[in-house]
């Protein structure tokens, strides 16, 4: 579906459903340099369970027109625009990596849009390696690698994707691949630059969940606890055996953990 | 900076697989299941509609062909790859996937002769054509591309002729007519060139040859590269339109660079059920923990049984390009620096009293070590004559398309100690020329 955000085409998948704006809405929001596709394993269920999905290619990124925005809370504060325009008064947000920085700055920032906040893969800071944010500034292929080496755990470096057939690290590494020339170092950079974290996170005021992977290396879990200890009454979940790519990697306890958080609470 | 990225050699041993996290086994268990039980109805619902990952029937999806499919996956490049009973059921389920009544293929003409079959007698029954065009001309693709044409298709290493295909070119021809490039890796296998790294965007293997490596199981394979724009022209409907066999589902937007391989694995696996047995794959797998060691050990073999023919007074000509005088060496110097594998093609020399078709049939009837037999990619060495087996089918104009002549002698070099292929070889050329009159 392409939705018209702030004048630029957008584009989201809705799970296979057409978009109900009445109905519950969770709006899925991508790492750096990735796209929508991560969260296939997710959204497919939550349109057909009744939710309105929107899974999102977030401007310049994937299928999405539209220039890079520069900054986590520039991102944040579109995620209401592209509330507006899909008609959508509030709505769940769930974030993976760098979007889930996003998915927490727009909770604060906005709260009367955001009913419930999953945090995939999240830290109050996203410190990037220097060599990966040169590599990636340089649009060099050994970013992709660095991203799959680090962002993967043991499902994608050495296999039992949960679906059959699919090769975790080549597909990502396609992923990054696919995107336009500094998507990938414009998304490092801001992660990098991105210092208000805990602040943020005290503003918090709607239920959140928080998925942790235990062998995340670019988000290690004892840091998501710790924004976890910021955000008032924050759950928290960890995946054994799994890393920063969990979506993926551990799609069906990924799944099961957000439709918990999901049925908690209302809406 | 290096990234801690497992290496090609670490990836045919472990890819795809750990150990059984339930019993520790280290070996891939063979799941000799026709199904999988639910946790329950909301589970077996999701399964069905895409919603969640797993198996459901052993015809669409088997945890011991998904280690394979996993493995061939990481070793090519690919973001998937789905494994059927044989190299052609795989090559037929691609076509499939990828189009229907009315559409047009164009094709190297220098194949394997059961795909030439398969081309030129079994889908023009179906409604679609293929035109077939000379491998070491990039342009003849491009001018036989027609309005209806869905894909371009050839073998890097030309079945029986040799003929090296210029792979990026080729692709490069293909993608600006908005067509994906397939490419037949079956004689180099992922060791010796990646084609997705050179343009290609899906991969096909009869992976019963050198993959498996041991003659002993059959399977096919497609792998997807994932970079192609399934959606940029609107002439892949399969892909990028509501399938109403699947609740609508649109397979590009909803599995991006999975599409491909997602709706080959729902659809043509699910309607036409190619599906590889689990003790196949299996055997597969065994073979495949070996692969870089054994295509190490067949090109090393090939190079000393070059030298070998080159000498022989009994032979006529020969044939690699990993020979300076084959027409195409500096392309496979560029895309296969490894080795232009270990099939090698020669004649042997005719006499006074039989001409190379008899030259050829009685070396084929003494060898005592090399097996005479259909198939490539053994272990063991194999020899064939293609003229009277694999290629009996074609008319004589196809036969010269296809880069053959009557007295051709194919050798798919095993992994024998190479003195003893030479001594079988020398023997056998020895009474071949005396069959013929050709002995000094």
Same mark, same amino acid.
């Given at each position: 579906?392409?939705?018209?955000?702030?004048?630029?085409?957008?584009?989201?998948?809705?799970?296979?459903?057409?978009?109900?704006?009445?109905?519950p809405?969770?709006v899925?929001?991508h790492?750096?340099?990735?796209n929508?596709?991560?969260?296939?394993?997710?959204t497919?269920?939550?349109a057909?369970?009744?939710h309105?999905v929107?899974?999102?290619d977030?401007?310049?990124?994937?299928?999405?027109?539209?220039?890079?925005?520069?900054?986590?809370?520039?991102?944040?504060?579109?995620? !209401?625009? #592209?509330?507006?325009? +899909?008609?959508?008064? /509030?709505? *769940?947000?769930a974030?993976?990596?760098?979007g889930?920085?996003i &998915?927490?700055?727009?909770?604060?920032?906005?709260?009367?849009?955001?009913?419930k906040?999953?945090?995939l893969?999240?830290?109050?800071?996203?410190?990037?390696?220097?060599?990966?944010?040169?590599?990636a500034?340089?649009?060099?292929?050994?970013?992709y690698d660095?991203?799959?080496?680090?962002?993967?755990?043991?499902?994608?470096?050495?296999?039992?994707h949960?679906?059959?057939?699919?090769?975790l690290?080549p597909?990502g590494?396609?992923?990054l691949?696919?995107?336009?020339?500094g998507?990938?170092?414009?998304d490092?950079?801001?992660?990098?630059?991105?210092?208000?974290g805990?602040?943020s996170?005290t503003k918090?005021?709607? !239920?959140t #969940?928080?998925?942790? +992977?235990?062998?995340? /290396?670019m *988000?290690?879990?004892?840091?998501?606890?710790?924004?976890?200890? &910021?955000?008032?009454?924050?759950?928290?979940?960890l995946?054994?055996?799994?890393?920063?790519?969990?979506?993926?990697?551990?799609s069906?306890?990924?799944?099961k953990?957000l439709?918990?958080?999901?049925?908690?609470?209302e809406? | 900076?290096?990234?801690?990225?497992?290496?090609?050699?670490?990836?045919?041993?472990?890819?795809?697989?750990r150990?059984?996290?339930?019993?520790?086994a280290?070996?891939?268990?063979i799941y000799?299941t026709t199904?999988?039980v639910?946790?329950?109805?909301?589970?077996?619902?999701?399964?069905?509609?895409?919603?969640?990952?797993?198996?459901?029937?052993?015809?669409?999806?088997?945890?011991?062909?998904?280690?394979?499919?996993?493995?061939i996956?990481?070793?090519?490049?690919?973001?998937?790859?789905?494994?059927?009973?044989?190299g052609?059921?795989?090559?037929?389920a691609?076509?499939?996937?990828?189009?229907g009544?009315g559409?047009?293929?164009?094709s190297?003409?220098?194949l394997?002769?059961?795909?030439?079959?398969?081309?030129?007698?079994?889908?023009?029954?179906?409604?679609?054509?293929?035109?077939?065009?000379?491998?070491?001309?990039p342009?003849?693709?491009?001018?036989?591309?027609?309005?209806e044409?869905r894909?371009?298709?050839?073998?890097?290493?030309?079945?029986?002729?040799?003929?090296?295909?210029?792979?990026?070119?080729?692709?490069?021809?293909?993608?600006?007519?908005?067509?994906?490039?397939?490419?037949?890796?079956?004689?180099?296998?992922?060791?010796?060139?990646?084609?997705?790294?050179?343009?290609?965007?899906?991969?096909?293997?009869?992976?019963?040859?050198?993959?498996?490596?041991h003659?002993?199981?059959?399977?096919?394979?497609?792998?997807?590269g994932g970079?192609?724009?399934?959606?940029?022209?609107?002439?892949?409907?399969?892909?990028?339109?509501?399938?109403?066999?699947?609740h609508?589902?649109?397979?590009?937007?909803?599995?991006?660079?999975h599409a491909?391989?997602?709706?080959?694995?729902s659809?043509?696996m699910?309607?036409?059920?190619?599906?590889?047995?689990p003790q196949?794959?299996?055997?597969?797998?065994?073979?495949?923990?070996?692969?870089?060691l054994?295509m190490?050990?067949?090109?090393?073999?090939?190079?000393?049984l070059?030298e070998?023919?080159q000498?022989?007074?009994e032979?006529?000509?020969?044939?690699?390009?990993?020979?300076?005088?084959?027409?195409?060496?500096?392309?496979?110097?560029?895309?296969?620096?490894?080795?232009?594998?270990?099939?090698?093609?020669?004649?042997?020399?005719?006499?006074s009293s039989?001409?190379?078709r008899?030259?050829?049939?009685?070396?084929?009837?003494?060898v005592?070590?090399?097996?005479?037999?259909?198939?490539?990619?053994?272990a063991k060495t194999?020899?064939?004559?293609?003229?009277?087996?694999?290629h009996?089918?074609?008319?004589?104009?196809?036969?010269?398309?296809?880069?053959l002549?009557?007295?051709?002698?194919?050798?798919?070099?095993?992994?024998e100690?190479?003195?003893?292929?030479?001594?079988?070889?020398?023997?056998?050329?020895?009474?071949?020329?005396?069959?013929?009159?050709?002995?000094?």
């Open positions: 579906m392409k939705l018209q955000v702030r004048g630029a085409e957008t584009f989201v998948t809705t799970g296979g459903r057409p978009f109900v704006p009445e109905q809405t969770i899925f929001v790492g750096a340099g990735m929508r596709i991560v969260w296939y394993l997710q497919r269920y939550f057909h369970h009744g309105a929107l899974a999102v977030l401007p310049g990124h994937g299928r999405s027109q539209g220039t890079l925005l520069g900054s986590v809370q520039e991102l944040a504060d579109w995620i !209401p625009a #592209l509330l507006d325009s +899909a008609g959508v008064p /509030k709505a *769940t947000l974030g993976h990596s760098m889930s920085l &998915a927490l700055e727009s909770a604060a920032r906005h709260p009367d849009r955001v009913s906040l999953a945090l893969g999240v830290t109050s800071k996203m410190p990037v390696h220097p060599d990966l944010l040169k590599a500034n340089a649009d060099d292929p050994l970013a660095l991203m799959m080496a680090w962002g993967t755990g043991p499902v994608g470096h050495f296999g039992r949960p679906m059959p057939g699919i090769s690290i597909g590494r396609n992923l691949r696919m995107e336009n020339s998507v990938l170092g414009n490092l950079g801001l992660c990098n630059d991105y210092q208000s805990i602040e996170a918090v005021s709607c !239920p #969940l928080i998925v942790m +992977a235990s062998e995340d /290396k *988000t290690p879990p004892k840091q998501g606890e710790k924004l976890a200890a &910021a955000i008032p009454n924050a759950k928290t979940h995946i054994q055996d799994c890393g920063h790519m969990m979506m993926l990697e551990k069906d306890e990924c799944l953990t439709k918990a958080h999901l049925n908690c609470f809406n | 900076m290096d990234p801690k990225l497992y290496k090609f050699d670490t990836l045919s041993l472990h890819g795809g697989q150990p059984d996290a339930e019993t520790g280290r070996a891939v268990p000799q199904s999988y639910f946790q329950d109805s909301d589970h077996a619902a999701a399964l069905f509609n895409l919603e969640q990952a797993g198996h459901i029937y052993s015809r669409i999806s088997n945890p011991t062909v998904a280690v394979l499919e996993e493995r996956a990481a070793l090519e490049g690919g973001t998937g790859a789905v494994a059927t009973a044989s052609q059921s795989a090559l037929f691609t076509i499939m996937t990828l189009m009544q559409n047009h293929i164009v190297s003409a220098s394997y002769g059961g795909s030439v079959n398969l081309f030129q007698h079994t889908l023009p029954r179906f409604g679609i054509e293929t035109t077939f065009v000379n491998p070491r001309k342009e003849e693709f491009r001018k036989a591309i027609r309005p044409t894909l371009v298709y050839g073998e890097i290493i030309g079945n029986p002729g040799l003929e090296i295909l210029d792979v990026p070119a080729v692709a490069k021809v293909a993608h600006e007519a908005g067509l994906p490039l397939l490419i037949d890796a079956t004689f180099n296998t992922p060791y010796l060139c990646r084609a997705l790294e050179l343009g290609a965007d899906l991969v096909s293997h009869s992976v019963t040859k050198w993959m498996g490596g003659g002993v199981a059959l399977g096919g394979v497609v792998v997807e970079c192609f724009d399934w959606e940029a022209n609107g002439k892949f409907p399969t892909l990028t339109e509501p399938y109403a066999g699947y609508g589902i649109n397979f590009f937007e909803e599995f991006g660079p491909f391989s997602m709706r080959m694995r659809e043509a699910r309607d036409f059920g190619p599906a590889m047995s196949n794959a299996f055997y597969l797998l065994q073979g495949l923990e070996t692969l870089p054994r190490e050990r067949h090109i090393s073999n090939t190079k000393k070059l070998f023919l000498s022989s007074e032979v006529a000509w020969v044939t690699h390009p990993d020979l300076p005088d084959h027409p195409d060496h500096q392309l496979a110097s560029r895309i296969l620096p490894k080795g232009a594998g270990s099939i090698i093609v020669f004649g042997v020399k005719a006499g039989g001409g190379g008899e030259a050829g049939a009685a070396f084929i009837n003494s005592q070590l090399a097996s005479h037999l259909a198939n490539v990619g053994d194999l020899v064939i004559h293609p003229a009277s087996t694999t009996a089918q074609m008319d004589s104009k196809t036969m010269k398309q296809a880069g002549t009557e007295d051709m002698i194919r050798i798919s070099v095993g992994l100690d190479a003195n003893d292929i030479i001594d079988d070889f020398k023997q056998a050329l020895r009474k071949a020329a005396k069959a013929t009159g050709a002995a000094k």
